[in-house]
């Protein structure tokens, strides 16, 4: 007892182990790793002195097992309870005997899905937590509540006005199926825009009353650090207040661009506003190629707006190119218009009003320059990410310079270890609702709870809510042609008109879906394109077919339901090598 004691005292961090046991082995490889010199003994090596240390141990600590650890002098325990130490970041501050107990285990900057997702999980695992979210408000005054973007501003609101364009167009077929008298039916954009905000209010309500469950602290204040520990949150009333946390995670999204021409802030609105409009925005220009301003103008055309998309290069970058242009055609035969190859240079008020008349100036790619009168303008030129302005890089959490992103390993820790990212503000991450709870979710389990798993950021599915919605797992055509060459690659396709479609004899060949395998991989399934309705139910469910590897045998060995939009993938057997037409003549 005398002897352990004495090198409990002597040695700052000591260890004992046995040398076979591959627990001992993992717990001096962290050591090791994380640079914390140690002392350990090998008691299977102190024959028969080593049997009598561990006798010694298991009256002093009630641990019978090895490896036993203290940290100057305190008693950590076995391999389990060191791995937790290590991956709360706190292992190597209490090996220096620097460690203090500080407010919180964890702080979650950012209150979006992403920061709640991973903030409630860590407070399930016994964790202390709190969560420090605030709105900036948009130029034109546009704030929120708790739940961030998807929630306020992004896929919730966006999905209720696309779910009432698409209303609208049944209702333009229903007199094939039977209806009669609907000619009448006409939008009422201020209706449609109360219910969706009361519906987000409840929604702000229900993330507030579950971290009040979880017992989450919530702090709406603007969060800034002061050290890679301590954070200053200021209200809006100007309160300023200091916490301290052993982690942090930073989980503030981002925010739509404005370009830098003369008037684009002062007249311009961007998503952040449009979805909190009071009053009908009438006739719109959209400015961007982005999912986000196809989507909106998509819905905005559905309630009979006019409605122009100003596209300075290609739709849709970074999806399939193929799809972007058959979304675009296809708005474009339903009324929207596009000006292609041009960009902004300035916005003037011609009239004020709700809406008001904006003159817009514009240049085309041929040098000349054009003007039109909108009622709105909004822009969807991209968004940058939420970190310029929080302390990041006086910390020294490095930023990519490109993009503004936290630069992360697999494991979403940034460059100072205690501080990790999540959701839009990581760099190389899909910027999607579900992948960032997922995220969110994970980390916590990995810093808190017995669980090692990366997040998985392969084979993520998603959807584009166009009026024809767009599903995609996997490859673009075009990115894998030149990653692994044309002779590679084996594209099946063909076009289908829902049954739905037929008795109002709309959209006769433009939905369409494809499968492009891997000639190498035995034709593995590596990119899955839809475009026709219900594009988000069909995509998820194939979704895990992909992320279970299947192959297009596979595919094909599956039976359709019929009839519905889903099957064609199981029927699919027309490549485009083979140069055979897929449209359709009949059903």
């Given at each position: 007892?005398?002897?352990?004691?004495?090198?409990?005292?002597?040695?700052?961090?000591?260890?004992?182990?046995?040398?076979?046991?591959?627990?001992?082995?993992?717990?001096?490889?962290?050591?090791?790793?994380?640079?914390?010199?140690?002392?350990?003994?090998?008691?299977?090596?102190?024959?028969?002195?080593?049997a009598?240390?561990?006798?010694?141990?298991?009256?002093?600590?009630?641990?019978?097992?090895?490896?036993?650890v203290?940290?100057?002098?305190?008693?950590?325990?076995?391999?389990?309870?060191?791995?937790?130490?290590?991956?709360?970041?706190?292992l190597?501050?209490?090996a220096?005997?620097t460690?203090?107990?500080?407010?919180?285990?964890?702080?979650?900057?950012?209150?979006?899905?992403?920061?709640?997702?991973?903030?409630?999980?860590?407070?399930?695992?016994?964790?202390?937590?709190?969560?420090?979210?605030?709105?900036?408000?948009?130029?034109?005054?546009?704030?929120?509540?708790?739940?961030?973007?998807?929630?306020?501003?992004?896929?919730?609101?966006?999905?209720?006005?696309?779910?009432?364009?698409?209303?609208?167009?049944?209702?333009?077929?229903?007199?094939?199926?039977?209806?009669?008298?609907?000619?009448?039916?006409?939008h009422?954009?201020?209706?449609?825009?109360?219910?969706?905000?009361?519906?987000?209010?409840?929604?702000?309500?229900?993330?507030?009353?579950?971290?009040?469950?979880?017992?989450?602290?919530?702090?709406?204040?603007?969060?800034?650090?002061?050290?890679?520990?301590k954070?200053?949150?200021?209200?809006?009333n100007?309160?300023?207040?200091?916490?301290?946390?052993?982690?942090?995670?930073?989980?503030?999204?981002?925010?739509?661009?404005?370009?830098?021409?003369?008037?684009?802030?002062?007249?311009?609105?961007?998503?952040?506003d449009?979805?909190?409009?009071?009053?009908?925005p009438?006739?719109?220009?959209?400015?961007?190629?982005?999912?986000?301003?196809?989507?909106?103008?998509?819905?905005?055309?559905?309630?009979?707006?006019?409605?122009?998309?100003?596209?300075?290069s290609?739709?849709?970058?970074?999806?399939?190119?193929?799809?972007?242009?058959?979304?675009?055609?296809?708005?474009?035969?339903?009324?929207?218009?596009?000006?292609?190859?041009?960009?902004?240079?300035?916005?003037?008020?011609?009239?004020?009003?709700?809406?008001?008349?904006?003159?817009?100036?514009?240049?085309?790619?041929?040098?000349?320059?054009?003007?039109?009168?909108?009622?709105?303008?909004?822009?969807?030129?991209?968004?940058?990410?939420?970190?310029?302005?929080?302390?990041?890089?006086?910390?020294?959490?490095?930023?990519?310079?490109?993009?503004?992103?936290?630069?992360?390993?697999?494991?979403?820790?940034?460059?100072?270890?205690?501080?990790?990212?999540?959701?839009?503000?990581?760099?190389?991450?899909?910027?999607?609702?579900?992948?960032?709870?997922?995220?969110?979710?994970?980390?916590?389990?990995?810093?808190?709870?017995?669980?090692?798993?990366?997040?998985?950021?392969?084979?993520?599915?998603?959807?584009?809510?166009?009026?024809l919605?767009?599903?995609?797992?996997?490859?673009?055509?075009?990115?894998?042609?030149?990653?692994?060459?044309?002779?590679?690659?084996?594209v099946y396709?063909?076009?289908?008109?829902?049954?739905?479609?037929?008795?109002?004899?709309?959209?006769?060949n433009?939905?369409?879906?494809?499968?492009?395998?891997?000639?190498s991989?035995?034709?593995?399934?590596v990119?899955?394109?839809?475009?026709?309705?219900?594009?988000?139910?069909?995509?998820?469910?194939?979704?895990?077919?992909?992320?279970?590897?299947?192959?297009?045998?596979?595919?094909?060995?599956?039976?359709?339901?019929?009839?519905?939009?889903?099957?064609?993938?199981?029927?699919?057997?027309?490549?485009?090598?083979s140069?055979?037409?897929?449209?359709?003549?009949?059903?």
């Amino acid at each position: 007892m005398e002897k352990v004691q004495a090198l409990i005292r002597k040695n700052a961090v000591m260890v004992f182990s046995k040398s076979y046991c591959k627990f001992c082995n993992k717990v001096k490889d962290i050591f090791r790793t994380e640079k914390i010199d140690f002392h350990s003994i090998e008691l299977d090596l102190m024959c028969p002195e080593g049997a009598v240390i561990q006798d010694a141990l298991a009256k002093l600590t009630k641990q019978t097992t090895v490896p036993n650890v203290f940290l100057h002098g305190e008693h950590v325990g076995g391999c389990d309870a060191t791995v937790k130490l290590f991956r709360d970041g706190t292992l190597a501050e209490r090996a220096l005997g620097t460690y203090r107990k500080r407010d919180f285990d964890l702080v979650v900057i950012g209150g979006g899905s992403g920061g709640l997702a991973a903030a409630k999980e860590a407070a399930s695992l016994g964790r202390k937590v709190a969560v420090c979210d605030f709105v900036t408000p948009s130029p034109r005054g546009t704030k929120w509540g708790l739940g961030g973007t998807c929630v306020n501003v992004g896929c919730i609101p966006k999905k209720l006005m696309h779910k009432s364009a698409l209303l609208g167009a049944d209702i333009k077929d229903s007199n094939h199926f039977g209806w009669e008298k609907v000619e009448r039916a006409k939008h009422n954009w201020e209706k449609m825009a109360y219910e969706v905000k009361s519906h987000i209010l409840s929604l702000n309500f229900g993330y507030r009353s579950d971290l009040m469950l979880k017992k989450v602290q919530y702090y709406n204040a603007y969060a800034t650090f002061l050290d890679k520990h301590k954070l200053k949150l200021v209200d809006k009333n100007e309160n300023v207040i200091e916490i301290t946390s052993d982690n942090i995670i930073v989980a503030v999204g981002g925010r739509p661009n404005y370009p830098d021409i003369p008037g684009a802030r002062e007249y311009g609105i961007t998503s952040d506003d449009l979805f909190y409009l009071q009053n009908c925005p009438g006739k719109t220009l959209i400015v961007g190629a982005s999912y986000v301003a196809l989507e909106c103008a998509g819905f905005l055309a559905g309630f009979g707006l006019d409605v122009t998309v100003m596209v300075r290069s290609i739709l849709l970058r970074g999806f399939d190119q193929q799809m972007a242009y058959m979304i675009g055609a296809h708005m474009e035969s339903h009324g929207v218009k596009f000006l292609k190859n041009t960009i902004p240079l300035r916005i003037t008020e011609k009239s004020p009003g709700s809406p008001g008349e904006l003159a817009v100036a514009y240049k085309m790619c041929d040098g000349k320059v054009k003007e039109q009168q909108f009622n709105t303008v909004m822009f969807a030129t991209g968004r940058s990410p939420c970190t310029s302005n929080i302390g990041l890089e006086e910390i020294g959490v490095e930023l990519n310079k490109r993009n503004g992103k936290i630069a992360v390993d697999d494991y979403e820790r940034s460059s100072v270890k205690n501080i990790f990212a999540i959701g839009d503000v990581r760099d190389r991450t899909p910027e999607l609702t579900p992948v960032a709870i997922q995220a969110g979710r994970l980390l916590a389990k990995r810093l808190y709870g017995q669980h090692d798993e990366p997040m998985d950021y392969k084979m993520v599915p998603t959807t584009v809510f166009t009026p024809l919605e767009y599903g995609c797992v996997g490859y673009s055509e075009e990115d894998l042609i030149a990653l692994f060459g044309p002779e590679d690659i084996e594209v099946y396709h063909t076009h289908f008109q829902p049954l739905e479609f037929t008795l109002p004899e709309r959209d006769k060949n433009k939905c369409y879906g494809k499968l492009i395998c891997l000639k190498s991989a035995g034709e593995k399934v590596v990119g899955f394109h839809i475009l026709g309705p219900n594009a988000g139910e069909i995509t998820q469910g194939f979704a895990l077919a992909m992320k279970l590897n299947a192959k297009k045998s596979d595919f094909d060995d599956l039976v359709g339901i019929h009839p519905t939009c889903a099957e064609i993938f199981t029927t699919m057997l027309i490549s485009k090598a083979s140069g055979i037409s897929v449209e359709k003549s009949s059903c």
